[in-house]
């Protein structure tokens, strides 16, 4: 095997194992009461039940793991790394979904009817915390556009001292594979990608330090607390993520670009790989930190069947497949995921269509970038 | 550990009062027994319709109740902030008020409620109240 097999499937193995360990804390962090998407009533939920039900998502994901570990050194030993890397992550991702959706299906069943649950009542905290985060979030927010808008303008202006005929982008390494005759198409690509991802992440970063409160009432006086903290902390992982893109897609972008100009024999592996190595680990600690405080701040407050959660995240009826808020008379956009860590949008609010229609515009027209970067058109 | 205080209201759709009405009483019975203290701002209008999952006019029209009856001060800058007592009160309001209260007395009457009952009641909410506007008099309001 040689090295570019190693470091491919030795990143392949970490991926499972992420991936695993994420899946498995998952039902182990959500907010008291909540089992699988559904709202259970927080003592069905702690019951015996919920370790039967824990029991089986445990089995499955152990078996997913297994098996895309099996299948993807398999195809990488026989001396595919690449298309082992590939395959073997659709066979880690894919099986997740219809697990899900048993496990998910399973505890329906065990819902309250609506009567017992307390669907029909909503709390709100009255203290104003509305500040926290939003200072960061609205600086990263800034500071992306300009950076991101600046590195495009650099990026063009840059194509002036290229020759006609530059190396394409599209490799593991970062070296070009082949030469094209569009050095526009490629300069802008990396600083486009730039302009969509990082000032989106700092968009999410203040949408999220705006997030609904799903407050308990009672819980000894910590769900506002929790609350806060979990969101502060989401919302800096976003907006500190959106720099970072900046600094690493600029850093890359800069490379290049030197290389295309003739100005150096191949990009700064090292600078790099430190850029984004500070990135991964900025966003390692971030997601450990808002897993460790639980989905919520769950670990921080006491969920009890005296302080039951209440208003969007204890109805049901709400959410389809435990996954999808929609909810036209609320007026949030952003809500607690029942299932998972962090926010999911309520799709019954006009602007939530509105933020995911420009997103997925804004994939379109890469995607169309990276397909005429690649020479297919 | 430090744990601040939280104060939360709950709305429960069910009930058959209407939402705004329960958002305005909630707050009319947290300040008036002292738990919001004159000057203690409270969320915006978006703010709390949107953690109650309630429309935005349901909360303004609370707040703008609670406005009127001058238990809130609304600012466009400084946001939502608890009214102090008056000082003085309007002999309109006052006139009013006491309607009000005469009709409160004679449903509780009415419902089976006799007289040393009722001043026995009337006392203790009383007592409950806090902030009492100072009129030369004690004017820290009765504790609990």
């Known amino acids: 095997m040689n090295e570019k097999a190693r470091v491919v499937l030795g990143f392949f193995t970490v991926r499972v194992f992420l991936v695993g360990a994420i899946m498995l804390a998952f039902p182990r962090i959500a907010r008291k009461g909540l ?87 909503s709390s709100a905290s009255l203290d104003v915390d509305e500040g926290r985060g939003q200072g960061f979030a609205l600086l990263a927010l800034a500071l992306s556009i300009i950076a991101s808008l600046s590195l495009l303008i650099y990026a063009l202006v840059s194509t002036r001292s290229m020759p006609p005929r530059i190396p394409t982008i599209a490799n593991l390494w970062g070296y070009g594979e082949g030469l094209t005759d569009r050095p526009l198409v490629s300069v802008v ?59 690493f897609l600029g850093v890359i972008s800069r490379e290049m670009i030197r290389v295309w100009q003739g100005r150096s024999e191949s990009p700064d592996a090292a600078l790099i790989f430190a850029v984004a190595i500070i990135m ?43 996954i999808w808020y929609i909810n036209p008379d609320d007026p949030a956009l952003l809500v607690e995921s029942r299932f998972g860590i962090g926010y999911t949008m309520n799709l019954g609010n006009r602007m939530a269509w509105l933020i995911l229609g420009g997103f997925l515009t804004g994939l379109l027209g890469l995607s169309v970038l990276t397909l005429a970067e690649a020479g297919v058109f | ?89 309007n002999e309109e309001a006052r006139r009013q008020l006491v309607g009000d209260l005469r009709s409160v007395l004679a449903r509780l009457r009415q419902a089976g409620m006799g007289g040393e009952e009722l001043v026995e009641m009337v006392r203790e909410e009383v007592g409950d109240l806090k902030g009492k506007p100072d009129r030369g008099g004690d004017g820290g309001g009765a504790g609990r």
Not at chain 2, 10 to 37: E, F, K, N, P
């Open chain 2, 1 to 89: 550990m430090y744990i601040p205080p939280m104060t939360t209201i709950t709305i429960d759709r069910d009930h058959g009062d209407a939402v705004y009405a329960q958002v305005a009483d909630q707050l009319r019975q947290l300040i008036a027994s002292g738990t919001l203290v004159p000057g203690t701002a409270i969320p915006s209008v978006r703010h709390l319709a949107r953690d109650l999952g309630v429309s935005l006019n349901t909360v303004a029209r609370a707040y703008r109740l609670l406005e009127s009856e001058g238990f809130l001060l609304i600012r466009d800058r400084a946001g939502v902030t608890v009214s102090a007592p008056a000082r003085e009160m």
């Open chain 1, 280 to 322: 991964v680990v900025y966003m390692g600690v971030g997601l450990f930190r808002i897993m460790w405080l639980g989905q919520g701040g769950a670990r921080l407050e006491m969920g009890s069947p005296d302080a039951p959660l209440t208003g969007g995240l204890a109805d049901n009826a709400l959410w389809i497949l435990g």
């Open chain 1, 189 to 247: 690509l990396i600083p486009s990608f730039n302009l969509l991802f990082a000032p989106f992440f700092a968009l999410m970063a203040l949408l999220v330090a705006r997030a609904k409160r799903s407050v308990r009432s009672g819980s000894g006086g910590l769900s506002a607390p929790a609350q806060g903290t979990f969101r502060v902390a989401v919302s800096h992982l976003f907006a500190g993520t959106s720099l970072f893109l900046c600094l």
């Open chain 1, 35 to 121: 089992m699988f998407g559904s709202y259970l009533g927080e003592a069905q939920a702690e019951g015996f039940a919920r370790r039967s039900l824990l029991r089986s998502w445990d089995r499955g994901c152990v078996l997913i793991m297994a098996v895309a570990l099996v299948v993807g050194w398999s195809i990488g030993l026989s001396g595919r790394a690449v298309p082992g890397n590939l395959i073997g992550t659709v066979v880690l991702l894919l099986p997740f979904v219809p697990l899900y959706l048993w496990v998910h299906g399973k505890s329906r069943w065990l819902t309250p009817l609506e009567g017992g649950t307390q669907a029909s009542a």
